[in-house]
């Protein structure tokens, strides 16, 4: 098997539990992938790095793993892959430079709201910006072993219409690495159907006292927490012109159960020490519902949850 060769060289940014996974995907598939990695560096050079799939009871090692720890080492990309954290987008431009001309494109897999914006705030004169979604459960469960409990799929989508044709090479490249890849309606309304399950599950995971999601469905009053949640970022979403229907707000919970004892995101990095995407998946959303006039004391109070928590 082998990604369609108009991908090129492709550099991911941020070579965590999405990055390691989408990349270490590509990188089996026969693209011509570079992982910047920062902390788990030495690790990986040691060690390499491994997928384990639990849907098709598969584990493999990642090869070839071309590891880099700085992004001056590897040069111009045809793609950049961005997988960091949404609170390293204040750094995006030192680190992507040295990956970037004027025909680089650039793919964000990150969480929430505003990251398509930051690149092409710093990049947008330059080749193609996307947007991906990824609807998916996956964990870096040691420095160098990156687990996918659910596959799920990635949207991916463009501000202002469809792709272009440059958007769906890499879209494909991901189709043909044996991942469910789609082509998003609307990037704006990807958006927000992912944040109706991030903002109650991540945020309540953390602000529930670091609770896995098996525990917040099992809590009444939890649960009702995250069903109200999600019925404001409806109403916000619908404010923008995007209707979400009630039973994708109630298919969230049925698509957590089977999950079990799982930990968001949010919740490994806290539970780490880490910083947490706060701004980028609460705050940003509260904004934008404010804005339009919405009404969100639900989501407001957990904000302020996050941040007196998350300091």
């Not at 700085?70 to 111009?76: L, R």
């Not at 710093?122 to 996918?148: A, H």
């Not at 970022?233 to 999950?259: K, S």
Request: net charge negative.
């Amino acid at each position: 098997m082998s990604v369609c060769s108009s991908a090129g060289k492709v550099a991911i940014v941020g070579t965590g539990a999405v990055g390691g996974f989408y990349g270490g995907m590509l990188a089996r598939a026969g693209a011509d992938m570079r992982f910047l990695f920062r902390s788990t560096y030495k690790d990986v050079v040691r060690e390499g790095l491994s997928l384990v799939l639990h849907a098709s009871n598969e584990s493999f090692p990642v090869e070839p793993l071309q590891a880099y720890r700085d992004s001056s080492d590897i040069g111009i990309c045809d793609w950049v892959i961005v997988a960091a954290k949404a609170t390293a987008n204040s750094k995006l431009g030192e680190i992507l430079s040295p990956l970037v001309d004027e025909n680089t494109s650039l793919l964000t897999l990150q969480n929430g709201m505003g990251n398509v914006e930051r690149l092409a705030e710093l990049f947008g004169d330059r080749g193609t910006i996307v947007g991906g979604l990824c609807f998916t459960c996956i964990n870096r469960t040691s420095p160098t072993v990156v687990e996918s409990i659910l596959p799920g799929y990635v949207q991916f989508g463009q501000v202002g219409g469809a792709l272009s044709g440059k958007a769906r090479d890499i879209m494909d490249a991901f189709g043909e690495a044996g991942v469910d890849a789609r082509e998003a309606a609307s990037l704006d309304e990807a958006l927000w159907r992912k944040l109706c399950w991030n903002i109650p599950f991540n945020g309540l995971s953390v602000a529930a006292g670091g609770i896995t999601t098996d525990r917040i469905l099992a809590d009444s009053e939890l649960a009702c927490r995250a069903r109200s949640l999600m019925g404001e970022l409806q109403q916000a979403a619908a404010a923008y012109g995007v209707d979400i229907e009630d039973r994708f707000l109630d298919r969230q919970f049925t698509l957590t159960e089977p999950m079990g004892p799982y930990k968001p995101s949010s919740l490994i990095d806290f539970l780490a020490g880490r910083e947490v995407e706060v701004d980028a998946i609460w705050g940003e959303p509260l904004r934008r519902g404010e804005v339009a006039g919405v009404y969100m004391p639900e989501l407001k109070n957990l904000h302020g949850e996050l941040l007196a928590i998350c300091k």
